[in-house]
């Protein structure tokens, strides 16, 4: 008999582990579909057996699941209907979960889609009053994101964000030649159901449809926006203008140039919001390196998973350049890394001879405690000039941290001549202390 191949998410599995017993509310978020619920109740919980816990000190209940609502007296044909958005009764779920605990010995709670939990917030923080109970979460978004954590459990939450697959994840469990790998995943992205998939139909059927049927009308429903147009445009806007610098007005301006539509730079600054926090995308702000401040605008904006930006514009504009930043911009997510956009200046002479005020951009300032990257991701270095053009901005850093130059050929890790590290971008992907090197 054929056995199934099993997709790995060591990464999370491990951040979790480390996390046991440490007092917190362990919460996983992330967008719909990325693999929360394997990771906790069929990895962790694994994980769990292993470690010789017995099975009825693991309690599972999955907030979205009719069979677990059934448990506790709840209909979920009710529960279902999106305009009443009534949340479970916190009295029935705390009814059939007290009677389970029966001696003073660690248990495990395991709770999925917890946010449908009516006033979730108490109930969590009742838990943390209970020291033989370890609590584990998940949230898709809204109100789980590492800004609400913070406030709804008062510094007593512990956030394990979860990405759609990195290309090393996709690359092991797909196995295939890594160019092919990649050319896959630039384009169809790293969400798991995704790459159980065999044709190239159902992948772009599935992320279509996901995109708009499920995580656009999360958004539209869950706010009642009203124009689902606008909303959608939006979107279009920033897919297509992936790795370049916005704001909300210049989004506002595309709109009005493309489909005749106005709208207002407040209403797109809300709807980037909306899209923020169901976690469709992330907005990364620029940081002078010189003047160590954050600027506010302009941004640059990236998606959660390719495949999903790529499907919301018809699987039409799949620009390498802009794809490998992207992925690269996830990937230092996945590592752990605090990411920024970074900007250096510089009193350069023109060529009249005038000095002028240059502004360069570094594309990725990398951070992990006291470890500090420059990065840039340069897709194709032809000639002496392009280096120079990618490099410049490095020369103006003043200071020794670690300056890298990632490009789309492949190229196993080296050094040039002015002590920059270069890498192909399948390389950095597949190597996880590839900046350590």
């Avoid at 917030?121 to 109100?143: A, C, I, P, Q």
């Avoid at 190229?411 to 390389?427: A, F, I, Q, S, W």
């Amino acid at each position: 008999m054929e056995v199934a191949m099993e997709i790995k998410r060591d990464v999370y599995l491990d951040r979790l582990i480390v996390r046991k017993h440490n007092g917190l509310i362990k919460v996983i978020t992330g967008i719909r579909r990325s693999g929360k619920s394997y990771l906790l109740n069929t990895l962790f919980y694994r994980h769990l057996i292993a470690e010789n816990i017995s099975e009825d000190h693991i309690i599972k209940f999955a907030f979205d699941s009719a069979e677990d609502l059934l448990k506790i007296g709840e209909d979920p044909i009710v529960l279902d209907n999106e305009k009443k958005d009534r949340k479970v009764d916190p009295s029935k779920f705390i009814n059939w979960l007290m009677p389970q605990i029966k001696s003073d010995g660690m248990y495990y709670l395991l709770l999925d889609e917890v946010q449908k939990l009516g006033a979730f917030e108490s109930v969590l923080n009742g838990f943390l009053r209970r020291e033989n109970l370890d609590v584990y979460v998940t949230g898709s978004n809204f109100k789980f994101l590492s800004k609400d954590i913070l406030t709804e459990f008062r510094g007593r939450g512990d956030e394990v964000h979860v990405l759609p697959l990195s290309f090393s994840e996709y690359y092991t469990f797909k196995q295939v030649d890594k160019s092919e790998a990649y050319d896959e995943y630039s384009v169809y992205g790293g969400l798991p159901a995704v790459a159980l998939m065999v044709t190239e139909e159902q992948k772009t059927n599935y992320l279509i449809s996901q995109m708009q049927n499920l995580y656009l009308r999360d958004i539209v429903n869950r706010y009642a926006v009203q124009d689902e147009t606008a909303l959608g445009e939006v979107i279009d806007v920033i897919a297509s203008g992936i790795s370049t610098l916005t704001n909300p007005r210049k989004i506002a301006n595309t709109m009005h140039t493309i489909h005749g539509t106005k709208t207002c730079d407040a209403t797109v600054d809300r709807y980037i919001g909306y899209a923020e926090e169901a976690f469709i995308l992330t907005r990364v702000k620029r940081y002078n390196v010189k003047g160590r401040k954050y600027i506010g605008t302009p941004y640059k904006i990236y998606f959660e998973d390719v495949g999903l930006r790529n499907a919301r514009l018809s699987f039409r504009q799949i620009e390498g350049s802009h794809m490998m930043e992207n992925i690269i911009y996830n990937e230092l997510r996945y590592r752990g890394y605090q990411v920024d956009v970074g900007t250096v200046e510089s009193r350069e002479k023109d060529s009249s001879g005038k000095e002028i005020r240059v502004q360069r951009e570094i594309d990725f300032i990398a951070s992990l405690g006291s470890k500090k990257y420059y990065i840039q991701s340069a897709y194709a270095i032809p000639d002496q000039e392009k280096y120079e053009q990618g490099t410049k901005s490095f020369e103006h850093t003043m200071d020794s941290f670690k300056k890298i130059i990632i490009v789309d050929k492949s190229m196993k890790p080296r050094y040039d001549e002015h002590g920059y590290l270069m890498m192909g971008v399948k390389e950095f992907l597949l190597d996880a202390n590839s900046l350590l090197i």
